[in-house]
């Protein structure tokens, strides 16, 4: 653990949709717990550095009560893999890409965030070219993963 509080950063591709949600749920589940937690999400890719969440992501969030605010894309950093205490990738390409690219000393950080939801599928789907069924699966998932995580993290604490 980092000095301070655990930090969990999310990561998928774009950081558009599946980071960015998996930021607005878990902020907003462990705000409703005693745990404290500075949560961030990034892409393994800078393509849309600077922007906002896709409009999708949020319009389906929102519906849910999650909020999306402050939230903006970033690209992965070399400093995340030192100050963040987990990384956790969306899919396996994403694992890979963060796999390759972390320094040996911090690769234990770095597993896929569905392995926390306990259920065979370890994969978010990338929703980005399907329809809106695909962005309410991304949020039944990272619910899931979110709800794990959360159990782990209580009972793990101190
Ligand atoms: P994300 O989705 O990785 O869940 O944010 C994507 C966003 C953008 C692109 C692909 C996936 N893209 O190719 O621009």
Known sequence: ????????????????????????????????????????????????????????????????????????????????????DLILAMDQSNQDDLLARCPEEYQHKIQLFLEYAGHEQIEVPDPYYGGRRGFELVLDLVEQGCDGLIRKMKSSAP
């Open 1 to 84: 653990m980092s000095q301070g509080e655990f930090s969990v950063l999310f990561v998928c591709l774009g950081n558009l949709c599946r980071s960015p949600t998996a930021h607005a749920i878990f902020k907003h589940k462990v705000a409703k717990t005693a745990l404290k937690v500075r949560v961030d999400s990034a892409g393994t890719s800078g393509f849309h550095a600077g922007s906002l969440p896709d409009r999708r992501t949020c319009e389906a969030g929102e519906k849910r009560g999650y909020s999306f605010k402050g939230q903006r894309s970033r690209p992965v950093s070399e400093e995340d893999f030192a100050q963040y």
